[in-house]
């Protein structure tokens, strides 16, 4: 039993890493909604921009803090006794302890706290159209790794028929049907096929590359991967939807209006920091020398009021009134703007679907019905090889075109959603 033991643990551990590089290989592919997951909670620039929005919550704090009220205590009247020339620390002290306190008038720290959390609001909106432009870069490195992985599968699968057609070559070659010279022509042509898919897997590769520092994920390349549809969709709302979409939704337009109502209160917090705010103290007087025993103690009261003759804040109230037009002018060009890139966007979209049409229905089952039949009639001598050559070219071209063209509408719809402000395109 003490033999079998150890023998039962050794073939553990030689099934263990035997299958540890599968295990490795196995993860699973994520999808869309799990790397945009794994990108919010993970992006280092995303989550230090979000510091800033904590960062104003907390000035808002310190925005509505009451004034802090003074204390002051003097002692005073310290002297020597006149009878026997003795120092008496104590026999003469005047005692004037003070409380003071400075009212704030005309809603000052009301409107201090109403600029702060909008101040906050217009943080917030500039945090979200942080990460609104980074999952665009997010989502087109996400799309460039889905058409990578497309253009390296149509790699091998071209890879693959044109060593079909090689042994199809090097049979009619012993039959006698072509010249060496021919033959040696069409294997020379397989550098081509390998040379696509070694610049696929490199760009392959440097997608996935791109998606993991966005992710700031440490995983290895080779264990890496990702799924989704690679194609496109040709139903499209009209353009007036989008550009009602994109005034509720775009963050930046929302802080450019936000911008515009700080502005306004500021001005309104520089007119109430042009009145005058009293200081209202106490006191309390205790003076032991004094003639009158019944008169060593009194309470005092005082109101202090600034005389406003030469500042009375114009400076400030000025130059939030200007901030008010530059902010309304900024909040227009901002709404310009975003119809702009909204129309962009859409004219994008529909060119590429207006491209994609004509070749998923036709052009793309004619180079293959082509390519078959070059390919069939070449196989029984019908065609030059040149023929072949040329059908088998055309092939490529077309399928590849058609890829680029799907990546390129998948790219434009992920920037009409960034022009929108959200997803309306998946």
Known sequence: MKQIIPLLSAAAVVLCVAFAPSFARAQQALTWDQVKA??????????????????????????FLRPNPQFSATADGTQIAPDNGV?????????????????????????RLKSAQEGTQITASQHEDLKRTMEFTLRSAFVNTLQAEAVLELAKADLAYYDHIIEISRDRFKAGDIAQIDLDRIELLRVQYEVEIQTAIVNLRTAKIQLLQLLDDRTPVEQFDVTGPFDFSEELKPLDDFRQMALDSRPDLRAALQTLEQSQTNHKLAEANGSTDPTFGAWYTWNASTNNPNADQTLGLSVSVPLRVFDRNQGEKKRTLIDIDRSQQASEAARAQVFSDVDSAYAEVESNIALLKPYRDKYKAQATRVRDT?????????????????????????????????GAYLTAAAQLNLSVGREVIQ
């Open 38 to 63: 794994r990108f919010e909670a993970n992006n280092p620039a995303l989550k230090a921009d979000a510091d800033n929005v904590d960062e104003m919550k907390a000035e808002e704090i310190t925005a």
């Open 87 to 111: 120092w008496e620390p104590l026999a003469g002290t005047f005692v004037v302890p003070s409380f003071s306190y400075l009212h704030e008038r005309d809603h000052k720290r009301e409107l």
């Open 374 to 406: 070059v390919t069939y009639s070449y196989e029984h001598g019908g065609a030059s090889l040149m023929d072949f050559l040329n059908a088998q070219s055309d092939y490529r071209q077309v399928q590849l075109a058609y890829l680029q063209l799907v």
